[in-house]
């Protein structure tokens, strides 16, 4: 079988759920040589590189907190020992973060930039070196719909959405001309775990109420599925989309159109 991913070794942070766990082993069919899967959550990583090992993948589940700096140089530390190298990095990971600027508190604003921000820079960081040197890599990162139109009572998290878009310009800016493409995913709301305590608030304690106060903001009807993201973080990683970099994708069903 000939896969998109071919040989490949890949990192996805946010791997034990979600997006990131449909990446993963997105990824491994598509025949990535192994797959990092990286989580704060050991169990759910175990079970995203079980999956993958089941369906005859290569995976290895790494628990961390790439918020740490510390920690984030251990996963890739462990990476580079068993696979000798780094072609794709998935900075899937993240954290919402509730809060008009009014409400947010001070640790609201902190753990969305510690996560979502400075996440992203780290375990870009951790591999920059490693892709430059071996002249090829893609770095795909996690923006949101919150990074190109306000969402009301999200301040923090818009806020840290955006710093992930101006990172990803500057990340390509700097290491395109070594052959490594940096990219941004802008999904719309998808139904994950991450996205059940935001929906249930905003339906005052309701979950259905909220997740059909959201629907009503995506012309396409529905909210998006993991599988749906992962395609295009695929595209992303893959030479398919050889000639981008620098580029901020909405896979959003048309939320941010209007
Ligand atoms: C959390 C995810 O990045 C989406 S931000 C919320 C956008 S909306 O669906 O509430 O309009």
């Given at each position: 079988?000939?896969?998109?991913?071919?040989?490949?070794?890949?990192?996805?942070?946010?791997?034990?759920?979600?997006?990131?766990?449909?990446?993963?082993?997105?990824?491994?069919?598509?025949?990535?040589?192994?797959?990092?899967?990286?989580?704060?959550?050991?169990?759910?990583?175990?079970?995203?590189?079980?999956?993958?090992?089941?369906?005859?993948?290569?995976?290895?589940?790494?628990?961390?907190?790439?918020?740490?700096?510390?920690?984030?140089?251990?996963?890739?530390?462990?990476?580079?020992?068993?696979?000798?190298?780094?072609?794709?990095?998935?900075?899937?990971?993240?954290?919402?973060?509730?809060?008009?600027?009014?409400?947010?508190?001070?640790?609201?604003?902190?753990?969305?930039?510690?996560?979502?921000?400075?996440?992203?820079?780290?375990?870009?960081?951790?591999?920059?070196?490693?892709?430059?040197?071996?002249?090829?890599?893609?770095?795909?990162?996690?923006?949101?719909?919150?990074?190109?139109?306000?969402?009301?009572?999200?301040?923090?998290?818009?806020?840290?959405?955006?710093?992930?878009?101006?990172?990803?310009?500057?990340?390509?800016?700097?290491?395109?001309?070594?052959?490594?493409?940096?990219?941004?995913?802008?999904?719309?709301?998808?139904?994950?775990?991450?996205?059940?305590?935001?929906?249930?608030?905003?339906?005052?304690?309701?979950?259905?109420?909220?997740?059909?106060?959201?629907?009503?903001?995506?012309?396409?009807?529905?909210?998006?599925?993991?599988?749906?993201?992962?395609?295009?973080?695929?595209?992303?990683?893959?030479?398919?989309?050889?000639?981008?970099?620098?580029?901020v994708i909405a896979a959003d069903g048309g939320m941010t159109a209007g």
């Open positions: 079988m000939t896969g998109r991913l071919d040989g490949k070794i890949a990192v996805v942070t946010g791997a034990g759920s979600g997006i990131g766990r449909a990446a993963a082993t997105l990824f491994a069919r598509e025949g990535a040589a192994a797959v990092a899967v990286v989580d704060l959550a050991e169990a759910a990583a175990r079970e995203t590189a079980a999956a993958i090992e089941a369906a005859g993948g290569t995976a290895r589940a790494i628990s961390a907190d790439i918020s740490d700096p510390g920690q984030v140089e251990a996963v890739f530390d462990a990476v580079l020992r068993d696979f000798g190298t780094v072609d794709v990095l998935y900075n899937n990971a993240g954290v919402n973060s509730a809060g008009s600027v009014t409400d947010a508190t001070d640790d609201d604003w902190e753990r969305a930039f510690a996560v979502n921000a400075r996440g992203t820079f780290l375990c870009s960081r951790a591999v920059a070196r490693t892709m430059t040197a071996a002249g090829h890599g893609s770095i795909i990162n996690q923006g949101s719909v919150a990074a190109l139109v306000g969402v009301a009572n999200f301040a923090s998290y818009c806020a840290s959405k955006g710093a992930v878009v101006a990172l990803t310009r500057s990340m390509a800016i700097d290491l395109s001309p070594h052959g490594v493409r940096v990219n941004v995913i802008c999904p719309g709301t998808v139904y994950t775990p991450l996205m059940e305590p935001m929906l249930t608030a905003r339906g005052g304690g309701d979950l259905a109420r909220g997740l059909a106060m959201t629907t009503v903001k995506y012309p396409i009807g529905r909210l998006g599925t993991p599988e749906e993201i992962a395609a295009v973080a695929l595209f992303l990683a893959s030479d398919d989309s050889s000639f981008m970099t620098g580029s």
